[in-house]
Structures are given as C-alpha cells and as structure tokens.
C-alpha cells in the first residue's frame, strides 16, 4: 500500500518550479554547446544529453496535477514558457488553458496550431468550452460546436448567452436528479450505476417529472437516513438556488455565508438549468479582490509578469493619463497663485504636505464606503449620518495634526500665521475629503457605476487641488 | 409539499435588512411619543402598540440563518444593534458571534453579561470557540472550560497553541475514521449509525489502528463501489495534506487550485489530527485580500462602519502619521530649493506632476510585484530580468508622457528649457519608481517582511522625495 504523500502542497510547488527551472537550464546549456561548437548532427552522445534533458522535462510534466502545470507557466518567462507547453501531454492541454490567467492564456494560444486547438478544446465539458470560448478564434470554436450533440450545443448557447459575471455563464450541467417518490434505498441503487457522481456532490436535486426542483437530498443525509425512508420525507426543501441573470459576486456572497459547496441554477418558471459549485465561487471571490486591487493601483488588468514591455504599457497607460490630468489642473491651481508662492516661498514646501495627508485620509474613508457598498451593508438612508461620523473624524485629525504641522512650520519659517494657515488648511482639506469619500461612491452607486472603479483617483484628484486651493487661498488671503 | 423559495438570496438579504430597520423606526417612533406625551405606565393600549413592534421583531429574527442576522448587526447603527441583539433568541448567539466582523463582535460582547458570554460559548464546537476565545473575557474562557471533557480540552488547546494565521488555529475536528480491510457495505452501515455526518463531509479518513492517516475514501467514490469492495481498494492514497503549522494563506491557495472540499491535517508523524473545510478556507481569501486592500488605503483593520469616532481615529491615525512624517520630508526637499523656486516660480506648479506620475507608476509596479510573489510566481534570480523589464516600461512611459508635459510646460510658460527639464525628470522619476517598485517588496521579502504591508507608503515616500529632488535639482543645475 502506498504511504500518504506527507510534502505539503506549497513546498511541493515551489519544488516542482525549481526542477523544471533547473532542467531547462540544463537543457539550454546544452543547446547553447550545440550552438557554438557547431556540432554535426550525427554526435549522437551529445545529442542524446540534449533530448534526455527535455525526456526528463516532460516526464516531470506528465505527473503533475493541470493547477501545478499552469502554475509553472505562469511563473515562467515567455520562451521558457512555450517550450514547456510544447511538452505537455495533450490531454491535459485544454484544463491548463482553463487554469491559467487570461494574460497568460493569450500567449499559449497564440503558440498552437488550430487543430491543437480543436483537440485541446473537445476535452473540456460545455461549461468550461464556454469560459474559454472568447478567447479563442472563431473557427475554432465552430469546428467544435460541430462536434457537440445537440444537448451540449444548447448546454453551451445557453452558457455563452450570460455575461461573463452572471450565474449563468459559472453554472455547470453536472446534474444528478432523482424524483421524490422513491425510496433511499432505490437512489443508493441508482447512484451505483453510475461510472463516478460530479465533482463536488453533496447534494442530489429532487424535481418533478417537468423537471421543477422541489428539494436537494443532501449526501450526509442520505448517508444516515433509513434506506426505506421515502426521498421526500428526508429532503431539505428550504433552498438557497440562483438564477442565471443574479451577478456572480452575489452568488459568492451567499456561498460564504451559508457555507455552500454546491446550489441549484433555476429559471423563472422553476425549472432547474444547473448548479453552481463552490470552486467556481472561489474563484469568483479571488478575482474580485484581485480587480479591487489593481484597481487601487491603477492597473487595467492582471499582466503577464513576463509580458513584453509594449503589453504592460498598454495596461498601464489608461490610469497614468488619467494621473496625468488630475495632477496638471492641480498645477493650475497653483499656477494662480504664483504671486503669493514668489512672495512667500515657503508655501512651496508646505502645500504637498497638506494635500499628501488629505488624500490618504480620503482614501480611507472611501475604502471603508465601497467594502460596505459592495457588502450591501449601507443603506442610502444613512448617507448623511455616515458623513456626519467621518466628518468628526477628520476634524480630529485635522485639528491634532495639522497642528504638529503649524508647529512645524511656525518653527521652521518663524511666522506664527503661517503656522496658522497650516492648521486651517489641514483641518479643511481633510473635511473636503471626507465628504467627498462619502459622496463619491455613493453617487456612482446611485447612477449605477461600479464605486470601487475610479472613485480613489477621483478623491486623489480632489484632495490635491483642493488642498492647493485651500492651503495657498488662505495664505493669500491672511498673509499677504 | 413546501414549494422551492424562489427568491434570490441577496434580495432576500436585502429585504430582511430593510424589515428589521422599519421595525426598529415603528418601535422608536411608539417610544419617543411614550416619552413625550409623559405616559403613564398603565395605559396598557399603546404599551401594547410597543410591545407589538419588538414582538414582530423578534419573530422576524427567530426565523433567520445566524449569518443573516450577523449582516443585519453589522448594518445598524450602535444603539439599534444593541436593541436588536437584545431580541436574538439566546441559542443562536454563539453562532451569531462567530459570524461578525471583529469590531462588531466587540460592541455585542461588550453589552453581555458574563453568565450570558458563557451560554453563547457552550453552544460551540471546541475549533469555534478557540476562535472565540481570544475576544472572550478570560474569566469566561477558564468557566467554559471547566465545563468541557478532556477531549475537548485537549482540542481546545491545540487550537488555541497555534498563531491566528496557521493551520492548526482553522481546522475542526470532526473526523469520521474508518479501517482499510473493512468493506464498502460495512462503511455504509457504519455511517448510518450517525444522527448526522459532518458539514462538508465530502470524504471519509482511512487511519490505521494508530491513527496515522492511510488514504481517504471520497463519498462519491463510495457511493458509485461495489458493496463488497474492500476500502483500500477504492481509497484514493494520493492525498493533500496539510500540517498545523503551515499558513493559512498556502492552505488557501492549495483548496483553490486542487478544488478542495476538506482535506486531512497530519502532524509529523502522520498521525491524523483535524480537517480543513472550504467553508474556512474562502474566509481566508476573503480576509487576506481585505486586509490587502485596507492597507493598501492606510486603515489598519476593518472599521465598524458605525464606530465613535474615537475608535476610528485610532484605527487611522498610524499610517497618517507615517504619511505625515513622509511628506515632511518631502518638504524639505523642496524647503532646500527654495532659492530655485523664487527664481522661477513656474517650478513650483510643475514639480508636484512629476511627483504624482511617479507615485501612480511606482504603485503600478509594485502591485505586480507583491501579487507575484504571494502566488509564488516569483524566483528571487528573476529580479534583475524583472528590474529590466519594468525600466523599459518607465523610460517609454517616461518619454511619452513626459513629453507632452513638457511641451504643455513649453506651452504654458514659452520656456523651451524648463519643457525639456519635465521631460528628463518624469522619466528618471518614472525609472526611480520602477527600481524602487521591484526592489522594495523584493527586499522586504528577503528580511521576512510581509511585502503586502507597508510597500505603497515607501514606493510613494521614494517618487515623492525623489521626484521634488530630481526635478527641482535638474532645474537649478541646467535653469538658472
């Protein structure tokens, strides 16, 4: 009996990276020999190093999960990459296109013939054909419709027929239906015939002869029930089910806080079309912190690490121009003060100061307002009292900070109303940010924009030129 | 026959929020025209009015999953979830307690009294409470306790002996075991005898008679074998493993990966010692990219969105004082080139450009940079490869958008000169951001740093500092 594997998985992982690394090394050192020396053809011991190399390179490969395999891919540079990929066992080809991420996934296809394609793709379930699908080339994707039977043809329509972040472009088809008359016994029998029951099944739908779900027998309850207990007296039919038009993300939300590992897809009439599985919502889940991050970070999308240089400029290049021109009305601002600036040139020094500090503190409150938007935890109702909250706060640190600054600058310059400004300017640049760190998501949520794309540049955008404004206003007023 | 509830579980959510808060606004409505109006205690009437509304509350709550009601509290204002949590049938607290938000939990905890704590941590299995525990009065802890038999202790304190973020502080442990030589037919009768498997169970762990884990048999592996089939014939023996003190976060990755429903934890010796669950499993995800994305704003945890202010002044005043101290120093950077600006005080109004372009292309890099090497998807030899690549992208980005900003300088103030200076300087700037935005997280890494915390505020401390240097330095050497 084989002993249990006791390496952990991400040891494991890490292991696996540096052996493929090291064999292509190896096998590029080798190339490398071949190439300079100029070697004839038939050395054949020479050449039989080089072959052993990628010999021991695919072996490696083959005994890999698909998730290990699109892992290395992905941490890989891009000839290293594609040298691999023409390594790996096809059959597992298509599962590897599902796995990677979407920059990556570009440059493997790019890399295949189109009958590689066809027969990578006619190895996967409708389901998944249809998360790929897009990013396939057309012909592709009609020779393998070709290929369908007419249930998984409108398995697929139907999938293809939902936006990406709908329920039912995640949903599966993996259905296992039993009716609700029989007795426990006679679906343990049933279950028996099949080969192997869907990945993820804890639970067996029960629906009418129309197909109409009435009720989910979950597994750990079949497992205990008396088997001449009938289905309908042991079935739960209090369930969470979805339908194919909810958003995805909301889908996700229900999984975590029931504790799902799979739900039923109904549509309007009833009817049960599919099911949505707990690894689908994970994923959901992990690329949609994913997107808030790059967001956050101005990034348009996930990049290829070793994506050339042209690629990651074009992913960056939207949110740098975007930079752009909020930082050059904030140097407007400033333009029309350069009179004061000439006459008091400590006010250069000072004014980044008192915009820096209003825009992290605005990027606080707006990251609290869009995690609870997002969490369907505020209700516009409370707009005015959240402002009223974030408002307290920022007064605080307005007064207790910007007066560490007026203390500063008052002993830096020696100008006590200098000092002054600063407290002032501070203190208002910070209410300007809360206020625009409640408002702003919730303006974009009412005229249904998404509150976590844009809305901390925008806020940025309005504490720098505000507190410009403010701060260099104020002195021009008081102090000159 | 109860018919399938049709509705879709966020609406549902969404619908019970608004309920309980019309409840609370009828019942607040009945009280303050009690306390105007001076009534008097006996007149019964309307004190049944008042009654009515907390009656119908509580019905409404009675009827809700734990994790509905936990959204509701964290939804409500302070004095309306204390009223609310007061109404909560007393048997599903624990569960309830589980499911807030650490600073909700907090405000409920701090409203109950002692004998009440202790109720509500009976009602929990030893891996929850252990969970619990750290935010319980101790007194409460050493009470429930004593109550508990020594398995359960001894569970409790290997839950509590290791750190929040491993393994061991997450896994359960209710494990149904079984022999190898017994055959599939004695398994099923096995498990007939529990009232009820445990959640998730999605497979069931073969240990030999000391307990060391020899394999798992996957309930739909079971269900679709030959009764007469021995176990050890049918269990899978290539298992992902876990060991208590690994992370977390690994854990996490793994179940995504390999799809996990639960997966046995072994210690050293391959003794099997608990089991991990998806549902935990997608807290994890959930919190780690949270915790990404509050820091990323400067918020040292997440806020009760109803906090006093106080609570969130102290939740916000470290990294404002981080932000503070950064641009101080940026100041007076620019304090040291105060003689250039007076000379030419367009520099003033340019200089916080460069700066900003910076930041925003330095946050760019680094998110890459940090999202990489959480996945694992980056070798420490591929620094100087990536170092490459990102300056490629900042000297094009640089060159691009640093000569439209030169030529609007050009523009602005018929300098041809200070146009040219822009340009130079965006670019170094954007270089600068670029070193820094590779180096930074690679280094904190390295020091056993977690990369995630603390990187944005550095790269834009460098861009700021660095960009006020590189532009104003230029402008004085080549300007004046």
């Excluded at 890989?76 to 040298?83: F, G, V």
Aim: charge should be negative; include cysteine; aromatic fraction near 4%.
């Amino acid at each position: 009996m084989t002993v249990v594997e006791k390496k952990q998985p991400t040891d494991r992982l890490q292991e696996n990276l540096s052996q493929v690394q090291r064999l292509i090394e190896r096998h590029r050192l080798v190339e490398d020999l071949v190439h300079r020396q100029e070697m004839e053809k038939h050395d054949l011991v020479e050449n039989l190093v080089h072959k052993q190399n990628l010999v021991e390179l695919q072996h490696k490969l083959s005994q890999l999960h698909p998730a290990d395999v699109a892992h290395i891919l992905e941490a890989l540079p891009l000839e290293d990459r594609l040298l691999v990929w023409d390594l790996v066992k096809a059959e597992q080809d298509g599962e590897i296109l599902l796995e990677v991420s979407d920059a990556v996934r570009e440059t493997l296809i790019e890399s295949m013939e189109q009958h590689e394609l066809v027969a990578a793709a006619e190895q996967l379930d409708t389901d998944e054909l249809a998360d790929l699908a897009a990013d396939l080339p057309r012909q592709v994707v009609y020779e393998v419709m070709g290929s369908l039977d007419e249930q998984e043809r409108a398995q697929l329509q139907s999938a293809l027929s939902y936006d990406e972040d709908r329920v039912g472009a995640l949903m599966d088809f993996e259905l296992v239906k039993i009716r609700a008359d029989v007795s426990c016994e006679v679906v343990l029998r049933y279950l028996r015939r099949f080969d192997e029951l869907p990945s993820h099944t804890d639970k067996i739908f029960v629906t009418d002869e129309e197909g109409v779900l009435k009720g989910v027998l979950p597994v750990r309850k079949l497992l205990v029930s008396d088997p001449d207990a009938q289905v309908q007296e042991v079935m739960a039919t209090e369930v969470v089910t979805f339908h194919p038009e909810e958003e995805a993300a909301d889908a996700a939300l229900a999984f975590e806080r029931y504790d799902l590992v799979t739900a039923p897809v109904i549509d309007d009439k009833g009817l049960l079309i599919g099911r949505l599985t707990v690894d689908e919502m994970v994923d959901v889940i992990r690329e949609e912190s994913e997107s808030e991050v790059l967001n956050l970070a101005g990034l348009k999308e996930e990049e290829d690490l070793f994506a050339p240089v042209i690629d990651s400029v074009k992913n960056r290049w939207a949110w740098l121009a975007i930079n752009l021109c909020t930082a050059f009305v904030a140097s407007r601002v400033i333009g029309a003060f350069e009179g004061s600036i000439q006459k008091i040139v400590a006010l250069a020094a000072l004014m980044p100061i008192v915009a820096g500090i209003g825009g992290n503190s605005g990027n606080q409150t707006i990251t609290m307002i869009v995690r609870a938007l997002a969490m369907g935890q505020l209700q516009p109702g409370q707009a005015a009292r959240l402002w009223r909250k974030e408002l307290g706060v920022s007064a605080m640190n307005g007064l207790v900070w910007g007066s560490v600054l007026g203390l500063l600058a008052w002993a830096l310059y020696g100008n006590l109303a200098l000092g002054l400004v600063m407290v002032a300017a501070t203190t208002l640049n910070l209410m300007l940010a809360a206020t625009m760190g409640v408002y702003i998501p919730l303006t974009m949520e009412k005229f249904g924009k998404d509150p976590a794309v844009g809305s901390s540049v925008m806020i940025t955008a309005c504490t720098d030129s505000g507190g410009f404004f403010i701060f260099l206003g104020l002195a021009t007023l008081l102090l000159l």
